[in-house]
């Protein structure tokens, strides 16, 4: 799902809050050197998954009535330990079938359950059979669609007339019948432009206990399925483009119709889009064909999403493993439905923004490299996006901003009017003003408000991750998120693969830092809490000397040295090793490393200049710093020159521009 999309209701007074803090900050410094060592990039993997879930299926649109009549079969493994005895189905465009659905009922503010649908949405399933042996069970006859507590209509258990054994593998008949919604969100339709997404009966995913992971429709939550290969043949008018997960295999015009036939194994969904409106541009970039399908009007944003592939598809090869599919189609929604734009199905993304958006402002390209990601995070690991989902919007949109910068540099989010925002810090901005609220780690539906969710899954996940790659280097985060990736192709991962992957390549503190961050609200504040400089001078007061007693003044006598001292404090629960800049009267400076164990640390000095000013975290590598306005302070004249203790203070933004305050 799109950045911009979780909390859309706040993020542009959040963007704008951004643009205002930041306006007069000066240009971050770039991110720590790499390090010496060679860059682990994943190697290509040749493994597939298990199939699971394979649907071979046939459907066709009528795009007066937005419906969609659906016929085919499923062949299921049971790949438990244990024998099942129901199975359960999702049924997720009944999410907008009516406001007593799951989705609909959802809390207003932040979340999108007050919107209304113009025209609702229903999957009728029509027919579940599974012949068994010279048996068929008509098994969608004994289907309890939903809960006597819950009307919801979305997770529809059916009971099974016998046992599948572990390791059986059997074969359902289904037949459905769709009518689409007015776009609500991801799915439907508008005018003669058709999303269809969440289309058919899927069924849920099956846990090594027998267990279905299986769950209501959730705005915040719906993907996390089983791997298998999909064949699904379209049919349509004629005169609409087609665009689906998968390379089309056969493609034909018959009767006014065209049909396309759709094949991709190895993925655990099956997405498609129809319009009669779609410009069309391919490419092929780093061997996969690229196809843009967008709306007239729109050739250079195609032409910036395609662009933003030619980057994205070796970077995210390079560090995440090969993009193991053919095809990649970016499906740009008319400017009428921006709500279907932003969304990741298996080598399908929808992508956004209007067509006059500005150059300098990058979200047509953020948005294209966030869904991309998805392919990745949500698409190749296959993680519980419900239980988890930092997961994968989490980690993905840390993967977008490492990449956005890599690409744009420092202004990667916005470059106008002389200022220039990074998408990194973006994150951090919004991930930091709620880190005391809520885990992070937590299932979508836990957290209290869609704001509350996007700040800390994408913002917080993000900054936590990007804060250790400023402090460990970008090679040896590299290496861990590649080792992470390699572990977790095709395999589900949970939150233990990612913090194990980190103690493997990072340390045992740094996935503790990592666990305490994600699991308990970590937080971190590094402050200058005190500064002292006095010249050195002889011991003052009365001495006696040769017999006579002499009074040493304590203003006499100075050397033309100076001393004191610095005391940095680590206010809460995280650490992270963290630079001291001390910079001196003659503009001198010096940098000194803390390990940022101890709650603080008092470091002294010695030298022929007074001290001026004091920076913790000069390159600001600490994304996660909760207030940035004690990261610097001077040490006022009187110090610098005698006994004075008094700290000054001066913004941290004030404070970066070190020319003002250096001679
Ligand atoms: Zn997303």
Not at 100 to 128: E, Q, Y
Request: proline residues 7%.
């Amino acid at each position: 799902m799109s950045p911009f999309c979780a909390s859309r209701r706040h993020s542009g007074a959040v963007l704008l809050a951004f643009v205002l803090a930041l306006s007069c900050a000066p240009t971050l410094p770039a991110p720590q050197a790499a390090d010496a060592e060679r860059p682990a990039a994943p190697a290509t993997p040749t493994e597939h998954p298990e199939h699971v879930a394979s649907y071979t299926m046939r459907a066709k649109l009528d795009p007066a009535l937005h419906t969609v009549h659906g016929e085919g079969t499923l062949t299921w493994k049971n790949v438990s330990h244990s024998p099942v005895r129901e199975l359960w189905f999702h049924l997720y465009l009944n999410a907008f079938k009516n406001q007593s659905s799951n989705f609909m009922r959802a809390p207003i503010g932040g979340f999108r359950g007050a919107i209304v649908p113009t025209d609702w949405g229903t999957i009728d399933v029509k027919k579940l059979s599974w012949t068994d042996g010279a048996t068929t069970h008509e098994l969608w006859d004994a289907v309890e669609l939903s809960r006597p507590d819950d009307p919801d209509e979305t997770d529809a258990r059916v009971p099974l007339p016998r046992e599948i054994a572990p390791g059986e593998t059997v074969t359902f008949a289904m037949v459905w019948d769709d009518k689409l919604p007015q776009v609500v969100e991801r799915t439907g339709y508008d005018g003669s432009f058709h999303m269809v997404g969440q289309w058919f009966p899927k069924i849920a995913k099956i846990e090594d206990d027998g267990r279905f992971a299986h769950f209501p429709f959730h705005h915040l939550g719906e993907f996390y399925a089983d791997f298998g290969a999909y064949d699904v043949t379209l049919d349509v008018p004629e005169s609409f483009t087609l665009g689906a997960t998968g390379p089309a295999t056969e493609s034909k015009v018959e009767g006014g119709r065209r049909v396309e036939r759709h094949v991709q194994a190895d993925v655990h969904d099956f997405a498609w889009t129809a319009w009669d409106g779609f410009q069309k541009r391919t490419e092929t970039i780093a061997g996969v064909t690229v196809t843009a399908l967008y709306p007239p009007g729109y050739d250079d944003l195609a032409e910036r999403e395609l662009a933003t592939m030619r980057f994205a598809l070796p970077h995210y090869g390079e560090r995440y493993g090969a993009y193991p599919y053919t095809v990649l189609t970016l499906v740009h929604p008319p400017a009428t439905v921006p709500e279907a734009g932003g969304m990741e199905y298996p080598t399908l993304i929808t992508t956004g923004s209007p067509s006059w958006t500005p150059r300098g402002l990058l979200t047509p390209e953020l948005v294209t490299i966030h869904e991309f990601g998805h392919q990745y995070f949500y698409g190749l690991f296959a993680s519980d996006e419900v239980t988890w989902p930092f997961l994968d919007e989490g980690l993905n949109s840390y993967a977008e901003a490492e990449a956005m910068a890599k690409w744009r540099g420092a202004g990667s989010l916005m470059r106008m009017f002389d200022i220039e925002l990074g998408d990194a810090e973006g994150h951090a901005f919004r991930g930091n003003m709620f880190s005391k609220d809520e885990k992070v780690a937590q299932p979508a539906y836990a957290f209290t408000t869609g704001t509350h969710y996007g700040a800390l899954v994408y913002g917080r996940t993000s900054t936590i991750l990007e804060t250790m790659r400023r402090v460990h280097g970008d090679d040896a985060m590299r290496r861990a998120l590649g080792t992470y990736a390699k572990r977790a192709r095709f395999r589900h991962p949970r939150p233990d693969d990612l913090l194990g992957a980190i103690k493997d390549e990072l340390g045992e503190r740094a996935a503790e830092t990592l666990r305490v961050a994600l699991m308990e609200k970590g937080w971190v504040d590094y402050a200058v809490t005190s500064v002292a400089s006095a010249p050195v001078r002889p011991p003052a007061g009365l001495f006696d000397r040769g017999g006579k007693r002499e009074t040493v003044p304590a203003d006499s006598g100075a050397k033309g040295t100076f001393e004191g001292w610095v005391l940095v404090t680590r206010r809460g629960t995280l650490s992270f090793p963290v630079e001291v800049e001390l910079v001196f009267a003659d503009g001198s400076r010096k940098r000194e490393a803390w390990d940022g164990i101890a709650e603080s640390v008092r470091l002294p000095f010695h030298g022929t200049s007074p001290l001026r000013a004091v920076l913790v975290d000069p390159d600001a590598r600490i994304l996660l710093d909760e207030d940035r306005t004690n990261d610097f302070a001077t040490a006022p004249k009187a110090s610098r020159a005698g006994a004075g203790r008094v700290l000054e203070r001066a913004t941290y933004w004030a404070g970066l521009a070190l020319g003002a305050i250096a001679p």
